[in-house]
């Protein structure tokens, strides 16, 4: 039997949410972490304010790269 302090978890002690978070968990994308900056990331065409990629071409260009350079 566990003593009250045991089965009580401390919530002042902030979690981590990477350590916290499933390890079956996919990894993220590195171009979902870039925010939108009006133009694509990989080849600078204009873009509106809420696209990254003017195309699935220069998002999976940028992925092979982000790969590569890892």
Do not use: H
């Amino acid at each position: 039997m566990e003593t009250i302090q045991e089965s009580v978890q401390d919530k002042s002690v902030p979690v981590d949410p990477a350590v916290a978070a499933p390890m079956s968990a996919a990894p993220v994308p590195a171009r979902l972490s870039l925010p939108p900056k009006g133009a694509c990331w990989y080849c600078d065409k204009p873009l509106d304010s809420v696209r990254r990629f003017c195309g699935k071409s220069c998002a999976d260009s940028f992925d092979e790269e982000a790969e590569y350079n890892r």
